[in-house]
């Protein structure tokens, strides 16, 4: 059962557009994360947010930014994109702002750049 | 920092084979545990967590067991099937702070009828 929804499924653009990615669960948690995968499978954080909080933001580019209207969507713009953002994000949430809670993943999307 | 090894980068079984998946992390605080799961297409799925030395945390078959002094948490499974075939990551999580999880590089198994 689906309950960290993702769009778009696919995305694919050219380098220096804007995109913007959406995330929302419907699972009433209070955290909400960016993961990005690359193509060999490798998986790090980008954001996470608590309660519309940034609780943690790792060294990732200016250009990638996160927007939260509430505590159960969590988007990801990306200002102007390049060759090496190439790659599957993934949006999680999990129920506390603790890294031993499980963690609940959206199908991702994969954005291909140009 | 903190940092997940898993030593198999690809593992290729036939069914019924055992499964043996090694992880091994570096923390300087009592991390918990995990071991997660990618099919294809699909985000990773949690499968289990342990949190203190000596925990076993099982589902599905699979099984590790939190072993604080040689710093490991090897997943196994006794007998897999071609529905196994996936990604599977070990992580880990600090106790304190919300920091997201910290993964391992993944190891693809391939289960062939």
């Known amino acids: 059962e689906t309950a960290v929804f993702q769009t778009p499924n696919y995305h694919v653009t050219q380098v220096g557009n804007e995109v913007s990615f959406n995330c929302k669960q419907t699972l009433g948690h209070d955290t909400m994360y960016w993961y990005k995968q690359d193509s060999k499978k490798l998986l790090k954080i980008m954001f996470s947010y608590n309660n519309k909080q940034l609780i943690v933001n790792e060294t990732v580019p200016r250009r990638f930014s996160p927007q939260s209207s509430d505590k159960a969507h969590l988007n990801l713009r990306i200002k102007s994109v390049e060759p090496e953002d190439s790659a599957v994000y993934l949006c999680?949430?999990?129920?506390?702002?603790?890294?031993?809670?499980?963690?609940?993943f959206g199908p991702g999307t994969r954005l291909t750049v140009l | 920092g903190d940092s997940v090894t898993q030593t198999e980068g690809q593992v290729a079984l036939s069914e019924e084979d055992f499964l043996t998946i090694h992880c091994n992390y570096s923390?300087?605080?009592?991390?918990?545990l995990f071991w997660y799961v990618q099919y294809p297409g699909e985000g990773p799925q949690f499968l289990f967590r342990?949190?203190?030395?000596?925990e076993k945390g099982s589902s599905r078959g699979f099984e590790a067991t939190y072993d604080k002094g040689t710093t490991s948490f090897h997943l196994r499974k006794a007998s897999v099937q071609e529905s196994d075939s996936a990604v599977y990551y070990c992580?880990?999580?600090?106790?304190?702070?919300?920091?997201?999880?910290?993964f391992g590089t993944g190891t693809t198994v391939s289960v062939s009828p």
């Open positions: 342990a949190s203190r030395d000596k």
């Open positions: 923390a300087s605080g009592y991390p918990a």
């Open positions: 992580a880990l999580g600090e106790r304190q702070g919300g920091r997201a999880l910290i």
């Open positions: 999680a949430s999990s129920k506390a702002g603790t890294s031993y809670a499980e963690q609940f």
